[in-house]
């Protein structure tokens, strides 16, 4: 009988063995995780470096040149068109999301009617999927039947037709204000999140103490609520740098090349053109960029959380 | 410093009255304590006071002006709270200077003010170190430090100590007592600690579902109680209540239960003449029952089943049934009793309370 046992239950034994070895059990759990996280982008951003020091075309697959492919990038007026314009769309619209993310958790962290339903409302922009809120930006910015031309010439400001989308400085300012009407929610609610863990009776305490709604702000709201801050400003700057449906939708990166960022010119070359290791190398770019922010934002986050 | 004055204090919230014409007078130097359970409008009358509430109707007077529309930071007082409120970020040195900086002081004078206030709290040492690197009673320190720097007219508490273990909260209470001996600055005190109140008040206020019920120094509540609420609020273990009527044989009055036969002490009694015939309460605390002996008068005894048996050490507590009603009695460590036992108990009759049975008010 023993022995009958023992055969029977000698497998799983084993098996609870080696999970009970707490090696082996990490190895087990972290498997899901590294099984995607290689599959979806260790492989291609291995395969994206691979490509970029290639001279691969749809079609060709090319030999190893090197750098020659980042040399013609660098040399290339679009691309540094189109770095010049990801920099500047990131700083102005990270500038805009943020003061008026601020200012409407600030608003929102107030005591009024129908606080829970505003709250839940204010996300919207957020959560409807981008290319479609992005299609109504469009046709509000249409030559011919822009909503935004009919009520200023109804309202007298203009007599002729703007075209938002086909001048080129409008178009820069239009990508900004759709981006940041789009992003300033998510800001909003993180920061009124990050508002809410500040305990009331700080402030009442900074009251009795002297300090005015300004100095409340500046002393007590500010410096607490700047850990949360970095993170959202974070993720924020990394999503805008990297932004492509919005500027894909609205301009296609025109007029004349004026809204191409980083990657909208990279999908241009790469997959509409077909020049694949150029695509790559234009990708590629923006990852020291990106890299340096979060290094430095991280830091900063560590520094503000250990003091 | 300065007197504090209310009158005819109220406070609505949308469908709650929450403060009912509270009118009290705090003397200069005074130290009073609010008193009362939770939700019985001691906190939100401290807020208004300090300007963290607005007021419904009434007026408060801190010194000889009218404050009901002056923001917090002009009516000179300085506050502690229940759970600190330390600014995190800061130093326990900027944590007490802050109120300093704000009304724009001298760095000089800062130091100087932050230096004397860390030394009368002992907490020279932590000058650097961060609210969460404290201790609870570090913290409390702190909290107090940034009260006194600014040497404002009035302090005002709100259950400060009600975050601490109960060892420190008794060594700290000590502390607030002194402290309040050296500076002398007018105080309102907010707890719902009886004992707290009790050792901490000049005098004190006890307040319940938005009225005041009795305001005097704490003996006064204590044998004096105005009516049953107080009674039953002030002391530990509480007041015993049982419900008797009143009865008249002779020239004699008789409190009267199923349980209890009490002859009523003259003086009491001539008090109580409108009220023969009619039922009320009677109050007698723990501490003034003893077990009977030969010199107790019949008509102050009664008998008792002794149902438990609490051990303090410095006395015994009785739960006891007597007749229907439940009563606690203080009796020396040497009683030797046991569970189910039958005792004699007999009571003190000079601290006889008797309470209306409907409004409850002393007779």
């Known amino acids: 009988m023993a022995t009958t046992t023992e055969a029977a239950t000698g497998t799983p034994r084993t098996r609870t063995r080696l999970l009970e070895d707490e090696r082996w059990l990490a190895f087990f759990l972290l498997m899901p995780t590294i099984v995607l996280l290689a599959l979806f982008i260790a492989y291609p951003f291995m395969k994206g470096i691979l490509l970029s020091v290639t001279n691969t075309r749809v079609g060709v697959p090319g030999e190893f040149v090197g750098l020659a492919i980042f040399e013609k990038v660098w040399n290339d007026g679009i691309f540094r068109e189109a770095a010049w314009n990801t920099i500047y769309y990131t700083a102005v619209t990270t500038v805009f999301k943020l003061a008026l993310g601020l200012w409407l958790a600030l608003l929102l962290n107030r005591h009024f009617r129908g606080k829970a339903f505003i709250r839940a409302f204010i996300l919207l922009p957020f959560i409807i999927p981008t290319v479609l809120s992005t299609f109504a930006w469009k046709w509000m910015f249409d030559p011919t039947f822009s909503v935004l031309n009919w009520l200023l010439r109804e309202i007298g400001v203009i007599d002729q037709r703007i075209n938002w989308l086909g001048d080129p400085d409008l178009a820069m300012g239009c990508i900004i204000a759709v981006n940041v009407w789009r992003g300033v929610p998510f800001f909003a609610i993180t920061l009124l999140a990050g508002l809410q863990t500040i305990s009331p009776e700080l402030h009442e305490a900074a009251a009795i103490d002297g300090a005015n709604a300004r100095q409340r702000f500046l002393y007590v709201t500010w410096p607490l609520l700047l850990p949360v801050t970095m993170v959202v400003v974070l993720f924020s700057v990394i999503q805008t740098f990297a932004d492509f449906q919005l500027v894909y939708v609205l301009t296609e990166g025109g007029p004349a090349n004026a809204t191409h960022l980083f990657a909208t010119y990279a999908y241009q070359i790469g997959v509409r053109t077909g020049l694949l290791s150029e695509g790559a190398a234009i990708s590629l770019a923006m990852f020291p960029v990106l890299f340096l922010v979060v290094i430095f934002q991280l830091l900063y986050i560590r520094r503000v959380e250990t003091r | ?363």
């Open chain 2, 1 to 363: 410093m300065a007197r504090v004055l209310l009158r005819d204090l109220n406070k609505h919230y949308e469908t709650f009255h929450a403060v009912k014409d509270v009118s009290l007078e705090i003397q200069d130097r005074e130290f009073v304590v609010l008193v009362g359970p939770s939700g019985c409008g001691k906190t939100t009358t401290l807020r208004m006071i300090a300007g963290l509430e607005a007021i419904t109707s009434g007026e408060i007077l801190i010194g000889d002006t009218v404050v009901n529309e002056l923001p917090p930071m002009d009516r000179d007082i300085a506050m502690v709270f229940q759970n600190y409120a330390l600014y995190p970020h800061m130093s326990v040195r900027d944590n007490m200077a802050f109120g300093l900086k704000m009304r724009k002081f001298e760095r000089e004078e800062i130091a100087r003010r932050v230096k004397i206030a860390a030394d009368i709290l002992g907490i020279e040492s932590l000058l650097h170190r961060k609210p969460r690197q404290l201790s609870g009673g570090q913290r409390q320190r702190v909290a107090l430090g940034r009260a006194i720097v600014r040497n404002p007219q009035v302090f005002l508490f709100d259950e400060p100590l009600s975050n601490l273990d109960a060892k420190l909260r008794v060594q700290m209470r000590v502390e607030l007592k002194k402290l309040h001996e050296r500076l002398g600055t007018t105080a309102v005190y907010v707890t719902h600690d009886q004992v707290e109140a009790m050792t901490l008040g000049d005098r004190v206020v006890v307040m319940k579902d938005g009225w005041v019920q009795q305001v005097g120094d704490p003996l006064e509540l204590y044998n004096a109680p105005a009516n049953k609420f107080v009674a039953g609020f002030i002391g530990s273990p509480g007041m015993n209540f049982a419900a008797v009527s009143f009865q008249r044989e002779g020239d004699t009055l008789l409190a009267v239960n199923h349980g209890l036969r009490i002859t009523v002490p003259a003086p009491i009694a001539a008090r109580l003449n409108g009220h023969a015939g009619r039922d009320a309460t009677l109050g007698i605390r723990p501490e003034d029952l003893h077990l009977a002996g030969p010199d107790d008068d019949e008509g102050h005894c009664f008998e008792a089943l002794v149902e438990v048996i609490e051990r303090l050490g410095s006395e015994i507590l009785l739960d006891v049934k007597v007749g229907p009603a439940s009563m606690v009695a203080s009796v020396p460590p040497t009683v030797r009793t046991r569970m189910r036992d039958t005792i004699r108990l007999a009571l003190d009759p000079e601290r006889l309370h008797f309470f209306d049975a409907e409004t409850e008010v002393a007779l």
